[in-house]
């Protein structure tokens, strides 16, 4: 069915698989054979939203009703400040609120987990399954639901200029690092944007005749608060709507796809963590779990803004000049600069 108007009508029905959070791809997949319940805690889509279908209007997102607007705790090595953590709270989570760069880590990022199933050789087919690469790759996938294209380098751009600086300094220039064992090097930038759009989780994965199948409910404005257990098994989900709370029944599992940060925060809340941290909190031990809540790395971000003596070798110069025609242009032909992301070419390098 669509996505259902009134969640209070979901109170005590059975689902097969409840998905909590920005699941999409198991959604749709899931759907085909058995009956779930998608919760989702936002309710806005892709489609709603001018600036997530947009690309280069993202950061408009920041701090609105799709963000959650988390902050860090206290910082020592920042000046003791707090810093704001963007997180998507919408139909595909982040993925119609980032940035669209389009990028696999290195393969030995992967391979130094050290786990059966999860090598780069093994999460690869994974990778290829889910994208529809344009201009066709051999290190990429052709025929998946998200659309990611080769952002075109004007070769007078800054972009240009910035990769041959790179290269004067000794860093390897690449096509694509895709596939390169270890990413060390500069390239252009590849993006999940297709025509003009952004592709997300939630529209690529979740189009209308997706959301049409009759075992499948997608439910906007649900916050999950826990998960319930009978003995060891989880048994039913608890959500709010609209400060009521209602449960609904796991017929085989719940699916926790609520991102790096709710998704163990979750997991806690329902008596799965350390057992002396989840007792500070008055929570009940279902599983004495150690790692849960922890290990959380996240990568820096530190903006440097430089000054060209070429103006028009600005990044987004249209942007400034002329933003309605150029929002315009997006809007009705899927060209122009606000199509684009910000940056045209990346390096990884060695800091150290």
């Not at 998946?144 to 600086?165: C, K, V």
Request: net charge negative; with cysteine; hydrophobic share 35%.
């Amino acid at each position: 069915m669509p996505v259902i108007a009134n969640p209070s009508e979901l109170d005590r029905q059975t689902f097969d698989f409840v998905i909590v959070g920005a699941g999409c791809v198991l959604a749709n997949r899931l759907s085909c054979r058995y009956r779930v319940l998608l919760l989702e805690a936002g309710t806005r889509t892709h489609d709603d939203l001018v600036e997530s279908r947009v690309p280069l209007l993202n950061s408009r997102l920041k701090n609105t009703e799709v963000d959650w607007k988390l902050q860090s705790v206290s910082q020592p090595n920042a000046d003791n400040r707090t810093i704001g953590i963007p997180l998507g709270k919408m139909l595909g989570g982040s993925s119609a609120f980032n940035a669209c760069l389009w990028h696999r880590c290195s393969p030995s990022d992967y391979d130094a987990w050290h786990t059966n199933g999860w090598t780069y050789k093994d999460l690869k087919p994974y990778f290829c399954k889910a994208e529809s690469f344009h201009p066709a790759h051999d290190v990429h996938g052709t025929s998946g639901p998200i659309h990611a294209t080769d952002l075109e380098i004007n070769p007078e751009s800054l972009g240009h200029y910035f990769r041959r600086a790179c290269q004067n300094t000794g860093l390897p220039d690449y096509d694509d690092l895709t596939d390169k064992p270890c990413q060390i090097g500069v390239t252009h930038v590849q993006s999940s944007i297709y025509q003009g759009e952004r592709s997300s989780t939630g529209a690529c994965y979740l189009p209308k005749d997706i959301l049409e199948r009759t075992n499948l409910t997608v439910a906007m404005g649900c916050h999950v608060t826990q998960i319930l257990f009978n003995d060891d098994q989880a048994d039913k989900v608890r959500f709010n709507h609209h400060d009521h709370d209602y449960v609904v029944h796991i017929g085989r599992e719940v699916i926790l796809s609520a991102g790096a940060l709710f998704s163990p925060f979750l997991l806690l809340k329902s008596g799965i963590g350390p057992k002396d941290e989840l007792a500070r909190h008055g929570i009940n031990v279902v599983v004495d779990l150690p790692g849960v809540g922890k290990n959380l790395q996240n990568h820096w971000r530190i903006p440097l803004v430089h000054e060209t003596i070429k103006p028009e070798m600005s990044l987004h110069r249209d942007l400034f000049i002329n933003t309605e025609a150029t929002l315009k242009q997006a809007l009705d032909q899927k060209t122009g600069a606000m199509t684009r992301i910000w940056p045209d070419a990346v390096a990884y390098m060695k800091i150290k």
